[in-house]
Structure formats: C-alpha cells, structure tokens
C-alpha cells in the first residue's frame, strides 16, 4: 500500500477526547449536553446505530434519552413527544433515526424537530442556512469527512472534486461542503454518464453511492485523496465500502478504511452537533 491511511477511529478518539473536557467545562457551568434519539420499530441496523450513538454520548459524559416505539405507532405519538422535547431544557439535540416505517410522512417529521435541535441537520431551515453558507448544523457525515482534510492538512482550494451520490445526508451536503471550502465540485449519480471520465480527473473522491468496491484502480487519477462513505455488508457478512480498498490504496495519495473511516467521524459529529448546541444555549 502506497496511500497515506486516514484513520477514522484515531481522529474520532482524539475529537472526543476534547468534547469530554469541554461537556466538564459545561456541567461545571449548569448545562450538561443533552441528546434524545428516537428509534420507531425494530430494525437491527437502526438499533445499532442508535446504541452506539447512546454509548457515544455515555463515554463524552453527555445526558442522553433513548425513546423507542413499536413499528406500528401512531405517528401523533412522535409528533407530541417531539414537541416535549422541543420544549425540554435539557435536551439540546433530538433525531430521529431513519428509515421511519412506510406509515410515516419522514419529512414531516424532519420537519417537527425544532431547528435549533436538529443536530442532524436535516431540517429544511438548517439545511437553507448550509446552501448560504452560514451552516447552524452540519450533517455529520460530511462533516466528518471535511474533519479528516483539514486533520491531514489538506487544502480543498482550487482542487477538482468529485462526489458520487446525490442524497440528502451525504452527497448533497458533501458537495456544497467542498464547494464552499473552493474546491470546483462534480456530483455523479446514477444517471451520470461516463463515470470513470469524473472520478479520473478527481483530486478529491468522495464516494458515497452504497455499492460494494465499485470505485476501482483504474478509476482514481494517482495522487487523488479518497474518502470512502460506503458501507456495504458482503454475503461473508463483512463490511466494505464503496472503493475497492486494496487496488485503490496502490494509486491514491490518501484514503479512508472502511471500517475505520467515516464511520466513526459520524457518531463524532453528531457529539460535536449536540455540544455546539448546548455551548450556544448555555451562551
Ligand atoms: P442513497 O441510497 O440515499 O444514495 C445513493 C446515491 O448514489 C444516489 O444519489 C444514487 O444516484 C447514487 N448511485 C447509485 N448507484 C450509482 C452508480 N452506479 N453510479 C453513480 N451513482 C450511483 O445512499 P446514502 O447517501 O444514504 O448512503 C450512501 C452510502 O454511504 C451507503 O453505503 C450508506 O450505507 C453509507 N453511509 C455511511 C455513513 C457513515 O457513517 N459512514 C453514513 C451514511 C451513509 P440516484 O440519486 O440517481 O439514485
């Protein structure tokens, strides 16, 4: 392997030893951050997620809540939970993990959380106020990921930058993300033709398209910075992501393991998110 590798759980350790000292300094004040997650059914990976997200905030010395509902709850149930919370002082920050079941309008309920708690900035104001480049909240992925190059020192401005995906949490912000720190941004999605012409002339790759090792050798320009957002389980029942590890490591500059990349920089964020928000409440 010749990249240089840009280790998630590294930086998530050293980011989270310093939001530790900071949530003392906050408690010490009368303000311990407070996060509520709202888990709806029983979706194993959903349950995971939300674990290590009540763990995460466990060992930052945060006050969280974890509140679950039967997949069949009536969605009046959320609605008026959402609004306790939104009123609660000790709450900084509230999501809602996704997917919600089929029964739910998800935007709506995006939409129920106050912004200024919407630490996972998908509240259509939080996300307009990221388009202005004046971001409340960032979404933790990208901003995990913008995390890792200003760790490693990398200088976005002028570079050529290409995301692959077009959702909401990821590709989207990612790219305005890269676009406001002055990289020129290419967004590939599914529809994109010829995409190997984009990722080769990328200085940067972010991938983010849920494919198993689809971002292959041939496909990185030498010298590209690769972050890998994917998380794809292979029928071994191990993870990979979306860029072929051991061929991609051979060409890139640098790149991100998966796992032990982003994946853990998300969970950091999300205390990073929460933090802010109980710093701003506490002024
Ligand atoms: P989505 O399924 O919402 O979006 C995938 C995007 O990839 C879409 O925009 C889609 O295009 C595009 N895409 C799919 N196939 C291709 C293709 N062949 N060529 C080009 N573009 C393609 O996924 P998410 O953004 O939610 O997640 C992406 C990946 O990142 C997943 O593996 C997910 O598990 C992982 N993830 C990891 C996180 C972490 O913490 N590490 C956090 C969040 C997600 P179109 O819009 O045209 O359909």
Do not use: W
Request: glycine fraction near 8%; aromatic fraction near 4%; hydrophobic fraction near 45%.
């Amino acid at each position: 392997m010749t990249a240089r590798l840009l280790d998630g759980n590294a930086l998530a350790q050293s980011l989270r030893a310093d939001f530790k000292t900071r949530a003392e300094a906050l408690a010490a004040r009368g303000t311990r951050p407070g996060l509520a997650v709202i888990l709806v059914g029983e979706d194993p990976a959903s349950q995971v997620y939300v674990r290590n997200k009540v763990n995460a905030c466990a060992q930052a010395g945060f006050h969280s809540e974890k509140i679950t509902y039967p997949p069949d709850v009536d969605p009046q149930v959320v609605f008026d939970r959402l609004a306790e919370l939104n009123a609660d002082p000790t709450i900084h920050g509230i999501l809602v993990q996704l997917p919600l079941p089929k029964h739910f309008d998800s935007d709506a309920v995006l939409k129920a959380i106050a912004p200024a708690k919407d630490v996972d900035g998908f509240h259509a104001e939080n996300v307009g106020a990221l388009m202005q480049g004046h971001p409340r909240f960032i979404p933790c992925t990208p901003y995990g990921v913008m995390k890792f190059f200003a760790d490693a020192g990398i200088d976005l401005r002028g570079k050529e930058a290409v995301v692959l995906g077009r959702s909401n949490i990821v590709g989207k912000p990612m790219a305005m993300l890269l676009l406001q720190a002055s990289a020129t941004v290419t967004v590939c999605h599914s529809q994109t033709r010829d995409l190997a012409f984009h990722t080769r002339r990328a200085d940067i790759l972010v991938a983010a398209l849920g494919k198993a090792r689809f971002v292959t050798a041939d496909m990185v320009k030498p010298g590209a910075v690769v972050i890998d957002v994917g998380i794809n389980r292979l029928p071994d029942g191990k993870l990979c992501g979306d860029v072929d590890f051991a061929g991609v490591s051979e060409v890139a500059a640098a790149i991100t393991p998966v796992p032990g990349g982003v994946g853990p920089m998300t969970i950091t964020m999300l205390l990073a998110n929460t933090l802010e928000a109980a710093e701003r409440e506490a002024g």
